[in-house]
């Protein structure tokens, strides 16, 4: 059985942040649970007091803002933005990711700001995050603020937030039409990636006008491949044309060793998953 | 401390008072004796422990049961109408998809909602419809041949039997 904790569910934001500031370090936020309540049970976290988020208002929305964008509330599930019309619309590649996070199950209940929150190194989503550019907004006593995914995750498990903040969204930039795929290989048993990678790509003219492609689950944190989309500028999106350029993506990183892939097999499976993803994004041009 | 906690299980609404730490599966099982929820690996992964909350399949492993108040859960006792076998369970049965039939309980709940969701749905997609159940008897084959056999039936028959929540 779990230790005893106290459990909150606040009505309002305000309210979440009184109990943030008066427990601190001692609360731990809950929305899908499906991170948290299984780290519990690792005793790897034992919070004295849980605020789950799950009464408040206006969490629970994806909504479109007129630019193009989207704004991705706490409580919004996998679920959700694999079966969403606007999210499928606006942000493809985050719907295609959202559609083979972990299991059935996982995706009914899982959330996406849950899932950045945990910030664990073999998540899909961060891959995508960061080639859309994603921001996460937070608030907290002192105001809101919206801080870049590719700074608010800052390592295996850590993130930005301060103990008395709480995120309330993820704010994702309006998308590149559907030029765009995430490729990952998976852990056969856990079904986390062992390396995963987003790319999304402009054409112009038939030329790649502007690249972004993230990389998941290689290292302790996922990073972009700042060399490569600078390459590409110019380029013909010929599929399989930018084999010479995609070796070795991830060296110069600590790239993380364990029982399931070595360093230099997740260093590997990067390459390969940068070259799938550029070709699969490549290969709905058009489309 | 104890919280309050009013939930519909099976269309039959409970009250009781509950610790926070106390998960949904303890929760039917040990306060309200239904015992078709199974205890499995306790960690999220094998399924067993698997009910329908609000229409959406879930590990109940993974919910506590204060997050499940003001919910409407099914669980596999939830799918018997006047003492028959749901078609899923029926077709499980003549395939003699499952052995030991620990994972029933997830087996049965994953390829109704993999049904429900795709009423003719192929193999692949039953296949990732079951991840988040494990069976150690069948080796999967039979269970996907038994949710095959159904996905081509009409929705209404699948509907037939099942609870209020379709």
Redesign the interface.
């Known amino acids: 059985m779990l230790p005893a904790f106290e459990y909150r569910s606040p009505l309002s934001v305000e309210e979440a942040l009184e109990l943030l500031a008066k427990y601190r370090e001692d609360v731990k936020v809950l929305a899908g649970g499906h991170s948290l309540i299984p780290a519990m049970k690792q005793g790897e976290v034992c919070p004295k007091v849980l605020l789950d988020l799950r009464r408040m208002a206006g969490l629970s929305a994806i909504d479109p803002f007129e630019d193009g964008g989207l704004r991705i509330g706490a409580l919004v599930t996998h679920r959700d933005l694999e079966i969403s019309e606007l999210a499928r619309g606006r942000s493809p590649l985050l719907a295609e990711v959202a559609s083979q996070v972990g299991d059935a199950q996982v995706r009914n209940f899982g959330t996406l700001v849950g899932s950045v929150c945990q910030a664990d190194p073999a998540s899909d989503y961060p891959a995508a995050l960061l080639a859309l550019e994603a921001q996460v907004v937070v608030a907290s006593p002192r105001g809101e603020r919206s801080v870049p995914v590719e700074g608010f995750i800052q390592g295996a498990f850590e993130t930005a937030l301060e103990p008395d903040e709480l995120v309330l969204a993820i704010d994702v930039p309006r998308s590149w039409a559907r030029t765009a795929a995430y490729v990952r290989v998976r852990h056969v048993a856990s079904g986390f990636a062992l390396a995963g990678v987003a790319a999304q790509i402009l054409v112009e003219d038939g030329r790649i006008a502007s690249a972004r492609i993230g990389v998941t689950g290689v290292a302790e944190r996922a990073f972009r491949l700042a060399v490569i989309e600078e390459q590409l500028l110019g380029r013909e999106p010929l599929p399989g044309a930018f084999a010479e350029m995609i070796r070795g993506v991830a060296l110069g990183r600590e790239i993380l060793s364990d029982g399931a892939a070595s360093a230099e097999y997740r260093s590997h499976l990067a390459d390969v998953c940068t070259a799938r993803a550029l070709r699969k994004a490549i290969s709905r041009i058009g489309v | 401390?104890k919280?309050p906690v009013a939930v519909s299980v099976n269309g039959r609404a409970y009250r009781r008072e509950v610790?926070?730490?106390t998960?949904l599966v303890d929760f039917l099982r040990d306060h309200l004796g239904l015992f078709g929820t199974h205890v499995g690996c306790?960690?999220?992964q094998c399924?067993a422990c698997?009910v329908t909350?609000d229409g959406?399949?879930?590990?109940a492993c993974?919910?506590?049961a204060?997050?499940a108040d003001g919910a409407q859960v099914t669980t596999l006792e939830g799918l018997l109408v006047d003492g028959n076998l749901h078609p899923v369970q029926s077709a499980l049965l003549k395939e003699c998809a499952l052995t030991c039939g620990f994972c029933a309980s997830g087996v049965v709940l994953?390829a109704k909602?993999?049904l429900e969701r795709k009423p003719v749905a192929g193999e692949d997609e039953v296949r990732?419809?079951l991840?988040?159940v494990f069976c150690r008897c069948t080796g999967y084959q039979p269970i996907v041949d038994a949710v095959r056999s159904l996905a081509a039936a009409p929705v209404r028959d699948l509907r037939d039997g099942a609870t209020a929540e379709l």
């Open positions: 401390m919280y610790e926070a730490r998960l306790e960690t999220s399924g698997l909350l959406l399949t879930l590990k993974t919910r506590l204060v997050q994953a909602e993999c990732r419809s991840e988040g």
